[in-house]
């Protein structure tokens, strides 16, 4: 394709047993200010269907619905760019909501500057639960993940991730699209497209508002299963490991070592956790203007570190 200007998009949804979520991302996608867009629902064989939820988008939106086998996310991904019209697809995960002038600003962002593969950030809104609210602030705090989910801008590689990114078809058909892995691979497409060559871009102002958990148990899960797909794909791809990557599984060893020190009346180690757990609470009541947020934020970096050092310690001595 010429670039920009035969530039024709495909939204690829999966979904897994959330109509609801659905739903609300189709009202979203209805409200879109640029309108030239198609859109595939891939329901990876869900027990409770969205198919009556998106037949009722299917005037307001050039919508496809299928249904198919349970394989996961990222195969469901490939099956939806198989089936897409487009030549640039949109991945988004099924528990996002955009603002109405999304889509024109992706559209405003390879105009003025093409590139094979972009990803944006996520944030919440105002209508999210406390808890979502601090999840948000956990996942995309510069004093919890350093900016590597898209607030930082100066990062000398972006790699995108699957609730908010775009690939070119040629990317699609070169790469092979997604993995079967069942976590970690929209790093691991990210990574494999690098080393082919191409190129992406962060896209700051092309943002999500991503709802992620609403219980401590299952973000524990899903922050546990990043840590594990960490080390999977350190050894699928050698060299990826980065020091930013090991701060959790040094935060969770350092926080057993205090505890063990505290039962022998040496408290320094649980002062330096208890002041950093301090200053999240600060900034995010800075943040939130609110002191309740200020505190669940907290909690929630510590079921954050702790869930993902756990598995990446797990998944570390698995393998060795």
């Not at 944030?123 to 995309?140: D, E, H, L, S």
Request: glycine share 8%.
């Amino acid at each position: 394709m010429s670039k920009t200007a035969d530039i024709s998009f495909s939204i690829i949804v999966p979904v897994y047993n959330r109509p609801d979520e659905i739903a609300e991302l189709l009202e979203s996608l209805k409200k879109q200010t640029f309108k030239d867009f198609e859109v595939i629902i891939v329901e990876d064989g869900s027990s409770v269907l969205s198919e009556k939820v998106s037949r009722n988008y299917m005037g307001p939106l050039k919508l496809k619905y299928f249904y198919k086998e349970n394989t996961g996310p990222g195969l469901s991904r490939n099956y939806g760019m198989q089936k897409a019209g487009g030549n640039y697809f949109i991945i988004l995960d099924s528990d996002v909501v955009l603002p109405e002038n999304y889509m024109q600003t992706v559209h405003s962002e390879l105009t003025k500057d093409y590139t094979d593969a972009f990803g944006g950030p996520d944030t919440a809104a105002q209508n999210f639960t406390p808890i979502q609210k601090a999840i948000n602030y956990a996942m995309t705090s510069w004093l919890t993940t350093g900016g590597i989910r898209g607030k930082g801008q100066k990062l000398d590689k972006f790699y995108p991730r699957s609730f908010n990114m775009g690939i070119s078809k040629p990317v699609f058909k070169q790469t092979g699209g997604f993995s079967a892995m069942r976590y970690g691979e929209d790093i691991d497409l990210s990574i494999r497209m690098m080393k082919a060559g191409f190129r992406t871009k962060l896209f700051p102002k092309a943002f999500v508002y991503h709802k992620r958990r609403n219980n401590w148990r299952s973000f524990f899960n899903q922050v546990k299963h990043s840590g594990e797909a960490r080390i999977i794909l350190s050894r699928l791809h050698p060299g990826t490991l980065k020091f930013l990557h090991f701060f959790p599984a040094i935060f969770t060893l350092g926080l057993i070592l205090s505890l063990l020190l505290a039962l022998f009346g040496c408290y320094f180690g649980l002062i330096l956790y208890l002041t950093y757990f301090f200053a999240l609470a600060v900034d995010a009541s800075r943040q939130y203007k609110q002191l309740k947020l200020g505190i669940l934020s907290a909690l929630a970096a510590f079921v954050m570190l702790t869930g993902y050092g756990w598995g990446f310690l797990s998944q570390w001595m698995k393998s060795n």
